[in-house]
């Protein structure tokens, strides 16, 4: 089936310590793209990508980092710079050329001990 | 400064009635309005979307409808059942000739079907 798979689904966080959020998509994509989500504020950018070794900033990128080493794959990391982590994380991809259409992923839900 | 308002918050409605959801942007280098619809731990999907040279959209039950001039646009649901009851986020990109921008979101409406 093709998707977009993100794992784990419920990761927990210690004080001071970075984690790494898996997004892996088999629709051959271009563009991938990272999202927080908080009750009662929708959805919010944290970085998105166009192409392998390429990323953009969103809104809310402070305290997190990303890396596109291939064109399926798109790891977001929760750094201890993040205070607040504990939000419901989207992975979104699209195709280049077509409407902005995203598919996303069933999200991870990062708690911190 | 959010660019994209939503209204109501949350919203009930009885079953075969009709939902309306209401959205305002303020960026007008907005060009592609999506509305995306999530059940509860799950991750949005696309429902319906519509760009600013179009007035209106059916899909179904689903219709956008959409002011240019007020910089608004609202989702319609006809004949709403209670398999409709989910979170609908409407949202906003400059989507740049099929670029792939970021989507701007509303904060999201919590809509309840009532049986």
């Known amino acids: 089936d093709g998707g977009i798979t993100q794992s784990p689904k419920y990761l927990f966080r210690k004080e001071g310590q970075n984690v790494t959020l898996s997004c892996e998509q088999n629709?051959?994509?271009?563009?991938m793209y990272w999202y927080r989500q908080d009750p009662g504020q929708g959805l919010r950018l944290i970085y998105y990508?166009?192409?392998?070794?390429?990323?953009q900033k969103g809104d809310i990128a402070e305290g997190y980092s990303v890396s596109r080493e291939k064109k399926e794959s798109f790891p977001l990391t929760v750094t201890s710079a993040q205070k607040n982590p504990t939000a419901f994380y989207l992975c979104?991809?699209?195709?280049?050329?077509?409407?902005?259409?995203?598919?996303f992923g069933a999200g991870t839900r990062l708690s911190v001990l | 400064q959010q660019q994209v308002k939503q209204s109501p918050q949350s919203l009930i409605v009885q079953k075969g009635g009709i939902s309306i959801i209401n959205c305002a942007y303020e960026?007008?280098?907005?060009?592609?309005f999506p509305w995306y619809q999530q059940f509860p731990g799950k991750g949005p999907a696309l429902l319906i979307a519509?760009?600013?040279?179009?007035s209106e959209k059916k899909e179904g039950r689903f219709t956008i409808s959409f002011n240019k001039s007020a910089k608004q646009f609202s989702l319609h649901i006809m004949d709403s059942q209670p398999g409709d009851s989910a979170t609908y986020f409407c949202?906003?990109?400059?989507?740049?000739?099929?670029?792939?921008?970021?989507?701007?979101f509303g904060k999201g409406t919590h809509l309840i079907i009532q049986p």
């Open positions: 979104a991809s699209s195709i280049l050329g077509v409407e902005n259409i995203q598919y």
């Open positions: 629709l051959n994509h271009d563009a």
């Open positions: 990508s166009q192409i392998v070794n390429d990323f």
């Open positions: 960026n007008t280098a907005f060009d592609y």
């Open positions: 519509i760009r600013p040279d179009v």
């Open positions: 949202a906003a990109s400059t989507d740049s000739g099929g670029g792939a921008d970021g989507l701007t």
